[in-house]
């Protein structure tokens, strides 16, 4: 069964820094692609980042890029966001999901909570 | 970027009948558009990707069509389970979802 269980959210304040973690088990995690998307509060779901099956490419949001960083560690089946610089806009749910067929995102964690505020 | 609108917003409906949700890209996305379902407080699950093609484990009575700009998600027989909000998502180029469509009980 797939499982992916995101973690490290929190309250931080603006300006502040945070990591997510994302576990991943019950597949061969080395060979997807994973994502992270957001979905502040009461809205709608939005796509944060996305890197290769390798760590080889990453790509972002525009309002992100230059923030928020994703990587992976394949031997530890773990992903990341590291982000910095946060923003009161940058509350959200944040969701580590999975890279399926055409692109989709076929397996989705239960999401962290991250909480910028003053 | 490409933008993604959906309509209608929201939508009441009741159980056993037939429900369409419209998904319009802002550009010709081929059938790069993927379907998923939200319930309150859960994450999205997939539904349909591909257009058209149904996700694993995903109920028949789920139906996926369209490419280039027009899409449709159609529920052929409304459950008592099927009551959620519903996002479509282009992956042609980066990822972009629309407003999303909550399905309410008439």
């Known amino acids: 069964e797939v499982q992916l269980v995101e973690s490290g959210g929190g309250l931080v304040q603006p300006g502040g820094s945070l990591r997510l973690s994302c576990a991943a088990s019950?597949?061969?995690?080395?060979?997807?692609?994973m994502h992270w998307v957001r979905q502040a509060p009461g809205k709608g779901l939005v796509w944060v980042s996305r890197?290769?099956?390798?760590?080889?490419?990453?790509t972002y949001a525009d309002s992100v890029v230059g923030r928020f960083t994703i990587s992976r560690d394949n031997a530890k089946n773990t992903l990341y966001l590291q982000m910095n610089s946060l923003r009161l806009d940058d509350t959200a749910v944040y969701y580590c999901?999975?890279?399926?067929?055409?692109?989709?995102?076929?397996?989705w964690g239960q999401g962290t909570l991250v909480t910028v505020s003053s | 970027d490409i933008q993604m609108t959906q309509s209608p917003s929201s939508l009441s409906a009741s159980v056993g009948d037939r429900v369409t949700i419209t998904c319009r890209a802002s550009?010709?996305?081929?059938?790069?558009l993927n379907w998923y379902q939200q319930k309150q407080g859960k994450a999205p699950k997939l539904l349909i990707y591909?257009?058209?093609s149904l996700h694993s484990g995903v109920p028949s009575r789920f139906r996926g069509s369209g490419s280039g700009t027009d899409f449709t998600l159609t529920i052929t027989s409304l459950q008592p389970e099927d009551f959620a909000t519903y996002y479509c998502?282009?992956?042609?180029?980066?990822?972009?979802f629309g407003q999303g469509t909550k399905l309410e009980i008439k």
């Open positions: 998502q282009q992956s042609y180029s980066s990822y972009t």
């Open positions: 019950g597949f061969i995690f080395s060979s997807y692609w």
């Open positions: 550009q010709r996305i081929s059938s790069y």
């Open positions: 999901a999975r890279g399926g067929a055409d692109y989709s995102n076929d397996y």
């Open positions: 591909g257009a058209s």
């Open positions: 890197i290769f099956h390798d760590g080889s490419s990453a």
